[in-house]
C-alpha cells in the first residue's frame, strides 16, 4: 500500500479492558501513544470527590488504589448492549446517563489522538465485536447504534464499523508471505470472537474483501468472566459464598456475584444491600464469612479485591499459584489460588469456547485439517487453558501470537485508509 501522506481517519478498539487508537502514517507505528508513552489507555474512569473531577486510564487506577475518595468504573464496553445504557449513574452527587460515561471515555480517545497527531480526526472506523449480545439481533443492532449516537455527539462526522477480529486479521496479513487459511481468535475482556479468513500478500491491497470472509462468530466470554469465576470459586467462599442458612438451604448469592462482576460491585455498598444482608445474617449457621463480607462493604474494598483477582489470573499464565494477602479486611486473612483451581473455575466457559469454535468452522464448511494457521490476539487470549483448548481443535495449524493489546487498533488503522483515504 503506497503510504505517502498520512490516513485522514483513525480506527478506535474501544476494548472493556484496554483501548487503543490507530493511525497510519508513513514509516511511523499504526498505533497512537495515549498514556505515559504507552498504546494502551485501560477503559477505566475514576471521578474524583475530592477535586470534582474525571481521570483516566493507568491515573484512574492509581488515584483510586491510593486512597481518593470517589468512584471508579470499569468494562464500560459491557454497558452496550445491557438494560443499563437507558438508565442514570450517580457521579459527583448528579445524575449522569451512562450513555455519557462512554461518551467522556470515547471522547478522550480522540482527544488523545488528536493531540499526538496534531490534527482532528472526523472520521472512524470502530472496532466491534462479533455479537455484543449472544443470541438477541435487536439488543445487538441497538448497542451498535448506541456507539454511532456517541460517536457524533463527541464530534466524528463519519462513523463506520469493522468486526474487531477481521481487524486482527488485517494485521497479521501485513506480515506473511503466502495465502493461509487462518483461524482468528480474539479473546477480550467482554467477548471471544472467531473469524475464518483467507489471507495473503497479493490480497491486501484489495478493497472488497467479503468473499475471503469464510465465516465469524462469537461468544458473550472475556477476561472479566474468568475473573469471575476465579472470583467466586476462589475467594468468595471466604466471604460467605456457599454458607448454610439454618433452614440447610445455601445463602442467596446475589451480593458475591455483584461483588465479582466489575460494573456491578457498587450495588453491594447499598443501603437496600446492606440491609438485606444484615437481615440475612440471624439466619446463617456460621457468620464468620458473612460478617467479613460486611467488613469489605464497610472497608469499600470491592475494586480492590477484583484487581488483586485480575492480576492473580494475569500471573497465573505463567505461575503455578498465587498468594494473596488479605489483610486489608481482617488481619492473617489470605489465601492461596492455584492455576488448576482456575482452570477447573473456567471449563464451563472454555466448553462454549469450544463449542462456538466448532459452530464456526460447520457455517464455513471447513474441515479442521485444513486450517493453516490459529491467530491469537485479545488480552485474555494468554491463557493456557484457554489456548490449549483450541488449539487441541486444529491438530495442523500453527500458532501466531499477535501483539495481543495492538493487533486489533492496528488492522482498524489500515481499514481505515481503505475506506476514508
Not at 507505528?29 to 489507555?41: C, P, R, V, Y
Not at 453491594?268 to 445474617?281: D, E, F, N, P, T
Not at 499459584?321 to 471449563?347: K, M, T
Amino acid at each position: 500500500m503506497k503510504n505517502e501522506s498520512p490516513a485522514r481517519a483513525c480506527g478506535i478498539d474501544f476494548g472493556t479492558s484496554n483501548s487503543t487508537v490507530g493511525w497510519l502514517r508513513p514509516g511511523m507505528e499504526s498505533l497512537i501513544a495515549l498514556e505515559d508513552g504507552k498504546i494502551t489507555l485501560p477503559s477505566v474512569v475514576f471521578f474524583n470527590m475530592e477535586e470534582r473531577r474525571p481521570v483516566y486510564g493507568r491515573l484512574a487506577l492509581h488515584e483510586y488504589l491510593e486512597g481518593y475518595e470517589g468512584r471508579l468504573m470499569r468494562s464500560l464496553k459491557s454497558l452496550l448492549g445491557s438494560k443499563l445504557i437507558k438508565h442514570d449513574t450517580s457521579v459527583l452527587g448528579t445524575a449522569m446517563p451512562f450513555k455519557d460515561l462512554l461518551g467522556l471515555f470515547i471522547g478522550q480517545l480522540k482527544q488523545r489522538a488528536e493531540t499526538a497527531a496534531d490534527r482532528p480526526f472526523d472520521e472512524v472506523v470502530l472496532g466491534r465485536p462479533v455479537h455484543f449480545v449472544d443470541d438477541d439481533a435487536a439488543a445487538d443492532q441497538e448497542a451498535e447504534d448506541t456507539l454511532v449516537e456517541v460517536a457524533h455527539k463527541i464530534g466524528f462526522k463519519e462513523v463506520s464499523f469493522q468486526y474487531e477480529p477481521i481487524a486482527a486479521a488485517f494485521d497479521y496479513e501485513s506480515t506473511i508471505e503466502r495465502e493461509e487459511l487462518v483461524l482468528i481468535v480474539d479473546i477480550g475482556g467482554g467477548t471471544s470472537d472467531f473469524s475464518l479468513v483467507r489471507l495473503s500478500p497479493e490480497r491486501r491491497f484489495v478493497d472488497e474483501r467479503h468473499d475471503d470472509i469464510l465465516a465469524t462468530g462469537g461468544v458473550h466470554i472475556g477476561g472479566t468472566d474468568f475473573d469471575k469465576q476465579l472470583s467466586l470459586q476462589g475467594v468468595m467462599p471466604l466471604f460467605g459464598y456457599g454458607s448454610r442458612m439454618k433452614s440447610q438451604a445455601y445463602m442467596p448469592t446475589s451480593h458475591h456475584m455483584n461483588l465479582a462482576t466489575w460494573h456491578t460491585i457498587n450495588a453491594v455498598y447499598s443501603q437496600k444491600s446492606q440491609i438485606a444482608l444484615a437481615s440475612m445474617r440471624y439466619d446463617i449457621v456460621d457468620t464468620g464469612g458473612i460478617d467479613r463480607l460486611f467488613k469489605l462493604i464497610e472497608q469499600r474494598a470491592g475494586h480492590w479485591l477484583a484487581m488483586e483477582i485480575e492480576e492473580t489470573k494475569i500471573q497465573l499464565t505463567e505461575a503455578e499459584s498465587r498468594h494473596v494477602p488479605l489483610d486489608r479486611i481482617q488481619p492473617g486473612l489470605s489465601v492461596e489460588l492455584s492455576r488448576a483451581l482456575f482452570e477447573s473455575a473456567i471449563e464451563a466457559l472454555l466448553t462454549r469456547v469450544r463449542n462456538s469454535v466448532s459452530k464456526l468452522l460447520n457455517d464455513a464448511g471447513v474441515s479442521v485439517d485444513l486450517v493453516d494457521t490459529v491467530f491469537f490476539t485479545g488480552g485474555s487470549s494468554g491463557i493456557p487453558a484457554l489456548r490449549n483448548s483450541v488449539s487441541a481443535m486444529l491438530p495442523n495449524a500453527r500458532h501466531v501470537e499477535g501483539n495481543i493489546f495492538g493487533s486489533i487498533g492496528s488492522g482498524l488503522a489500515i481499514e481505515a485508509k481503505k475506506r476514508y483515504g
